[in-house]
């Protein structure tokens, strides 16, 4: 302990029991001299701390070659654990793709992690890895992950899952978002199914479409009519997907599981028209949009979470799992955030997002790590860019941002409440996208912080 920490440290222990004895009189009074000389001191003792136990970073981007030695402390945190979920407090980041493409390949060579699932349909990144022999990694890229990250910095992560798909030991690629898909996804089924029957071949590849469009729909009884429809045809793709498992299967040999991420995708379809898409209906019609929006918004979530849940306990029950996402949708009690911004307004009734939804049993085997920024700029995602506001004095940023090197992370998980790690334990501001303030407990949210110094727009 340094000679600036011991003093801090002493003065704030003695300035605790004076508020002790004398509290009471001082809110009488009205009195703020003592809360402010107190907040003062615990501040410096946060950030002293920060310095204390913080592990740097020294390097975002992956090497050739790299030896993995200013990550190699996140070994024994992350050994046992079958989930790590990667936030990102906003897209268009260029450090934040390429501190987590580090981060992935870290963990599948250092740990064994050896599934990637993406904040991106289930359905796109089934049909890209199913025809990963057949593509280029750029072409990959862009056929399975939104565009938000078909960005240069994510360009050598899927280089490295075509590379590894040759080996032992492959990265296996997929997603959890149920989303309407794209054109790539509704032609690799269709030219499937068309080797068993032309028909419903020509049947999936009209109702795909037909779903696509359902997304403009602003007319509630239009939609209605449309939704019993379009679920009869989904509910007649999914009988001749199960009644033809064998024969689907001989000819489809390039992913084992495919038939049945198929069937969950079209699982998905009814599960969204019943319960996502009527709020988005609404929503576009102008009816009440900001509850709309939310109740669209926690409906997306709900699929997404029970996505995570089928993919790690029924299609890869032995694998452990990487989650690449949003903060939003990553951190653990979005519930009990104290001010979140839900993309319509500052919210304090916060909806539950994936993290927070998955079984009990897969949140006690995760780790779930945010990722915020000091300063710099990004794209928004309508591809302007926006500056990383300031922080003020007391937020996240500010406490584990000081006097730091190129990125910084903080283990929070195992952290008891201490006049050191107070700041973990009480409400913080962090900033969303950069510009928005939300107010949480950190500790709730995350177990662990990676905050880097300067962000820059991804390159597209």
Not at 47 to 66: F, G, H, L, Q, Y
Not at 137 to 151: A, F, I, R, T
Not at 343 to 364: C, F, H, I, R
Request: aromatic share 10%.
């Amino acid at each position: 302990m340094n000679q600036l920490f011991r003093k801090v440290l002493l003065s704030t222990v003695v300035c605790s029991f004076s508020v002790m004895s004398i509290g009471q009189v001082a809110y009488m009074s009205g009195s703020t001299l003592v809360d402010k000389k107190n907040r003062i001191s615990s501040e410096l003792i946060w950030k002293e701390s920060v310095r204390s136990n913080a592990n740097t970073i020294t390097s975002i981007k992956a090497e050739k070659n790299d030896q993995y030695s200013d990550l190699m402390f996140l070994k024994p945190i992350l050994t046992h654990k079958r989930i790590v979920s990667l936030g990102e407090a906003s897209h268009g980041t260029s450090e934040y793709n390429s501190m987590k493409v580090r981060l992935v390949k870290f963990l599948h060579e250092e740990l064994g992690y050896d599934v990637i699932a993406f904040e991106s349909n289930l359905a796109d990144t089934t049909a890209a890895y199913a025809q990963i022999h057949n593509t280029t990694p750029e072409e990959l890229m862009k056929s399975s992950v939104y565009g938000v990250w078909q960005v240069e910095e994510n360009l050598p992560l899927f280089e490295y899952i075509a590379q590894q798909s040759n080996t032992d030991h492959p990265l296996i690629l997929t997603g959890f978002d149920s989303q309407g898909t794209s054109e790539s996804f509704i032609k690799f089924v269709e030219a499937w199914f068309a080797k068993v029957d032309k028909n419903k071949a020509t049947a999936f590849a009209q109702t795909e479409r037909w779903y696509l469009k359902l997304n403009m729909v602003n007319k509630v009884d239009d939609f209605n009519i449309q939704k019993k429809k379009i679920k009869e045809k989904y509910i007649t793709l999914q009988k001749f997907v199960r009644d033809n498992k064998a024969e689907l299967s001989r000819n489809q040999k390039e992913q084992l599981n495919l038939i049945s991420l198929v069937d969950r995708v079209l699982q998905n379809r009814l599960d969204m028209l019943d319960n996502y898409h009527p709020h988005i209906v609404n929503l576009l019609a102008g009816v009440d949009p900001e509850k709309h929006l939310k109740l669209g918004s926690y409906e997306r979530d709900r699929v997404m979470a029970d996505n995570v849940e089928w993919l790690a306990e029924t299609v890869y029950p032995e694998e452990k799992i990487i989650l690449w996402g949003h903060n939003y949708h990553i951190r653990k009690n979005n519930s009990t955030m104290i001010t979140e911004h839900n993309g319509y307004d500052y919210d304090n009734n916060p909806y539950p997002t994936v993290g927070e939804m998955l079984p009990y049993s897969l949140k006690q085997a995760g780790y779930v790590i945010g990722l915020y920024a000091y300063e710099g700029s990004a794209y928004k995602n309508n591809g302007e860019e926006e500056q990383v506001q300031p922080h003020k004095k007391g937020s996240l940023e500010d406490i584990v941002g000081t006097e730091m090197g190129p990125a910084r992370f903080i283990n929070m998980k195992d952290e008891e409440l201490s006049p050191t790690t107070e700041w973990m334990y009480t409400p913080r501001i962090a900033k969303a996208w950069g510009v928005l303030d939300e107010k949480m407990i950190p500790r709730d949210q995350y177990d662990g912080i990676l905050l880097i110094h300067k962000i820059h727009p991804s390159n597209h």
